[in-house]
């Protein structure tokens, strides 16, 4: 801490020179009395004192009675018209013209003519009068006191500045410095400068050097200086019981605080409410602005725990009758500050409320919760079109790109901040992202499997045929395989709706170890356009359809036809259904027919997919022998849930039950002396396990049980499969 520094005073420098030399007396030493008349104001000019007779007054007497007066009531610029005219008057007994030139000066210096005023003193010394000459010497002594005692004071005001804007450093010079001025000085000013120099050191904290310099200060001066060191030492001692309550509240202020999140924020900030709290109470005798500032501080942390209605109930009380208007300015500010937050508050919890259900696939219920704040005009701009924005990319769920494209324009063109123009520029880059004119997408999937009987998953595969594959009932035939397959999908915008033509194909197989009969590779092709409905927040398409089948190494069937397809966004899950009518060409001729499938799928529609799932399907195959026909309907369906994270990868899990019932048309032998239809009844049973190694690679285990019972007992099969694979999209 710096110290205070005092010159030493010795008895030549307590010599103090003015206009007229005088020796200052040991309880004045330090100050300057002024020459002839009170220094704080100049003096009324004189009146005459000439004799007058008591039954009449010349006229020129009563014009300079009237000046007088002017000057008395500081209308100074009537004075010095009345003193001027009389200025110019011819000589006289009564010396009218040199009396009125003092005046004149006098009144001309009060007016800050001060060269003028000077003229004219030189004037009248140069006249030969002597009593106004003596007049005239003595105004130039008074305003030669009055330059000097203003320049000091202007010295003490710059000081003064130093010292209010926290330098303080710089006033404790300045102050120093002022204590080596000589005269001419107003009375007390040595006083006044040690009871700044005080305040100096009780700014830093020194309490003990203020009381030091505070007991250098002669109270007897002047009953303003005993005035003020009464109430410095007043200070002195508030302000000691005051610091240590100030440093805990400098400490509790700059002690770093928790907004991870809502729930730690508000936890941090209750913990604080509590310390302010108990400073108060502990400590009675604070200061009325240090325990306002307690309670400005208490406001602020309830607003940072969401207790507005306290916080605006803290902060107007201290605004309702502030110990200082500093303060009062400050819970004012305060006020608007909590409801800032408040508004704030209520608005995020409203978008996070959105979030939620728009990460659960209720997107009506979530943009119904946006538009609370974007269609709210209570609301501030700024909310607004952070809502605007939300709505934006929750529309293209909804299959509205066009409302989209609105809602991301309306925020461009008038952003309420340099963040929200960031975020339309970011919800323009990804809606142009989601809608380009020409988009190609893919992916693969490659992975081993185990299968305890690898002929009856070949034999339970959607288009298989009554014939199977001829391998001897009765035994089971293991095998691991490698599963394979890639796929992809080209789109081209046609619209600004972003209809879109698309042409998307597949080919995958299974690669026996042992079993090449069964080997198997199928290649899917589709192309048709797809049209947005945003009034039902679906699509629908249509178009081309080729599928071909090899087995063994050998191709077995082409099929080409028709499809169409229907996908829908409700609350929740997604509803898509299909159809498909293709011919096939089938190496055995007898299975060249027309065959249809349909398709019903339930999903969830969450952003991370958990929920169940659910799909119902129905096949028609055709044959060229009616006796070779068959149907094949199934339902099947599971739940997904997440597991866990493994490291900092989050694990996914689903299980899954299904049944499916095939019936072959035509009459077989089923059984020694049995003839009728066969039908088999398939269950299946899953679980499998998803872990997220990035947003666009998954790696999968999974156990699959099936379970094929056929009233032609050389179908009965059963196979558990055990795989593991990698798929990624791009």
Not at 694 to 705: A, K, W, Y
Request: aromatic letters at 8%; glycine letters at 8%; a negative charge.
């Amino acid at each position: 801490m710096a110290r205070l520094s005092f010159p030493a005073v010795s008895a030549t420098a307590l010599l103090l020179a003015s206009a007229s030399a005088l020796v200052a007396s040991p309880a004045v030493a330090q100050n300057c009395p002024e020459p002839g008349e009170r220094a704080e104001r100049p003096s009324a000019p004189a009146r005459s004192s000439a004799p007058q007779r008591s039954r009449s007054r010349t006229p020129q007497q009563i014009q300079i009675d009237r000046g007088d007066e002017a000057y008395d009531a500081g209308r100074y610029d009537e004075a010095a018209a009345i003193y001027e005219r009389l200025s110019r008057y011819p000589a006289d007994r009564q010396r009218t013209a040199v009396r009125a030139k003092v005046k004149l000066a006098r009144t001309e210096w009060r007016r800050g003519n001060t060269g003028r005023a000077e003229q004219l003193i030189a004037q009248v010394i140069a006249s030969g009068d002597a009593r106004a000459a003596a007049e005239a010497r003595s105004l130039r002594a008074d305003i030669a006191f009055q330059a000097g005692a203003n320049s000091a004071e202007a010295e003490y005001e710059r000081a003064n500045a130093l010292l209010a804007a926290g330098q303080l450093d710089a006033a404790e010079s300045a102050f120093n410095a002022l204590l080596n001025r000589g005269c001419p000085l107003r009375e007390g000013f040595y006083d006044r400068v040690r009871l700044r120099l005080a305040n100096v050191a009780l700014e830093r904290g020194d309490f003990a050097g203020a009381r030091r310099i505070a007991d250098q200060v002669n109270p007897n001066v002047s009953q303003n200086v005993a005035q003020n060191l009464a109430r410095l030492r007043e200070r002195i001692e508030q302000r000691e019981i005051d610091a240590p309550v100030e440093t805990a509240l400098e400490a509790l202020r700059t002690r770093p605080e928790s907004d991870a999140d809502e729930a730690a924020m508000a936890a941090d900030a209750q913990a604080k409410v509590g310390e302010l709290r108990r400073l108060a109470s502990d400590n009675p005798r604070i200061s009325p602005g240090l325990r306002q500032r307690l309670q400005l501080e208490e406001s602020r942390q309830l607003a940072r725990a969401n207790q507005f209605a306290e916080a605006r109930a803290v902060a107007e009380q201290v605004r309702s009758a502030p110990a200082d208007p500093a303060l009062g300015e400050q819970a004012t500010a305060a006020l608007t500050r909590i409801h800032d937050l408040e508004v704030a508050f209520n608005a995020r919890r409203i978008l996070a409320e959105g979030d939620a259900l728009n990460a659960a696939g209720r997107y009506r219920a979530a943009d119904a919760k946006f538009n609370e704040l974007a269609a709210g005009a209570d609301w501030p701009e700024e909310w607004r079109q952070r809502a605007k924005l939300r709505q934006a990319g929750l529309a293209r769920r909804l299959q509205d790109y066009r409302r989209s494209d609105a809602l991301i324009a309306e925020v461009e063109q008038a952003p309420a901040s340099d963040s929200l123009r960031e975020s339309a520029a970011g919800a323009r880059a990804s809606y142009v992202e989601a809608t380009p004119l020409n988009d190609l997408r893919g992916g693969f999937t490659i992975g081993l499997r185990h299968d305890t009987d690898a002929v009856a998953v070949a034999n339970a595969a959607r288009d298989e045929d009554d014939e199977g594959v001829a391998f001897p009932a009765g035994e089971e035939f293991p095998d691991e395989a490698l599963v394979w397959g890639v796929n992809g999908e080209y789109r081209r915008k046609l619209n600004d709706k972003y209809d879109y033509f698309m042409v998307s194909g597949g080919i995958s197989g299974v690669e026996q170890f042992d079993l090449d009969d069964i080997d198997r590779v199928n290649l899917t092709v589709r192309a048709g356009p797809i049209f947005r409905l945003p009034e039902q927040a679906a699509d629908v398409g249509f178009g081309l359809y080729y599928y071909r089948h090899w087995r063994g190494g050998e191709e077995l069937h082409d099929n080409l036809g028709l499809w169409a397809q229907y996908r829908r966004a409700f609350e929740g899950f997604n509803v898509r259904v299909a159809g498909l009518a293709a011919k096939r060409d089938d190496e055995r001729d007898v299975y060249d027919a027309w065959r249809y499938s349909f398709d019903l799928n339930l999903t969830s529609n969450r952003d991370d997919g958990y929920g169940p799932f659910a799909n119902l399907e129905y096949d028609w195959r055709g044959a060229k022998d009616p006796s070779r026909e068959s149907w094949a309907a199934g339902v099947s369906g599971g739940y997904r849930a997440g597991l866990g994270m493994l490291g900092d990868r989050p694990v996914s899990g689903d299980i899954s039950a299904g049944y499916t019932r095939v019936e072959y048309q035509g009459s077989r032998v089923l059984a020694p002396g049995v003839i009728g239809a066969r039908e088999d009844d398939r269950l299946r049973f899953g679980v499998g396990a998803d872990v997220l190694l990035d947003e666009n690679t998954v790696v999968r285990v999974g156990l699959e049980q099936l379970n094929n019972e056929s009233n032609l007992p050389s179908q009965d099969r059963e196979n558990t499969s055990i795989g593991i694979s990698l798929r990624r999209t791009y």
